[in-house]
């Protein structure tokens, strides 16, 4: 089978020589499309794929249009908001994404980043600590529980909220349950966003949440930046000096934001949550090994469009 590696932000070199080998001495033919730039080349390049591995990458409904051949789509990390998972449902394409594997490289960018904002971007003027703070953790997947430990190790204490587990599941990661979004961020001197980008939670962070942070608070988000209403942001920045946001997904008006409130908003210059090369081998390398017992086994564990 023709596997296509489509990357727009590529693999570490490491992580792709490791798919390469797995795939080759499963009898796989490999094409690598790296750094490209625009939807044309995905779609030139998928024409004869019977799969891919992605990472961002915008698997449309022209591309899986365009790629007759095509059987499954294999998101190598988490989020799989970048897949029109109801045209390849359509095609009978399997999409599935790697749960878990790069999600140690995006906790520790999180607790960076909380430190980073916390002493005011490493300029010279007083910050503070996070010991003794409360982090609150929205979502407390893979990435959220990673993230807790992390915060929990520092000294903080670790509230968490995720409408699809139990308390004991959030007490067993390490967290102490919060029964709504709104308690938690009404209770936490930082937020971690670590929700999907769902019809539900798009738009769904906005200035009430935003301005019923306690003192001096920190919204984070490594998740998507699809999830934060950016004016309801902008107000809340505005009426509360004291607030701070930070974000490995730029915001749509961030020039705007950064330039209204200067060291309190911070981004990355593009998303680099998953940007280090363990992540990159891990997610790679369990993509390639879901792509070989697909073919070989027919096994679709980690689909995600049933
Ligand atoms: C994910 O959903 O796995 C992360 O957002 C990482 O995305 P990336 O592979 O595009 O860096």
Redesign the pocket.
Known sequence: MKVLIATS?PFAVAAVEGIREILASAGHEIALLEKYEGQAALVEAARDADAMIV??DLVTSEVIAAAPRLKIVV??????DNIDLAAASARGVVVM?TPGQ?ANA?AELAVAMMIFMARNQFTPSTGSELSGKTLGIQAFGNVGRLVGAKAAALGMKVKAVDPFLSDADIIRGGAEPVATVEQLYASCDYVSIHVPATPQTVGSIGYELISSMPKGALLLNN??KEVIYEKGLEKALEERPDLKYAADVAPDSIASLKEKFGLRVFSTPK?????SAEANVN?GLAAARQICSFFSDGDTHFQVNR
């Open positions: 932000k990472r961002s998101r190598a990390g988490a989020g799989y994404n790069n995006v998740a998507r998303k680099m949550g998953a940007q997610a």
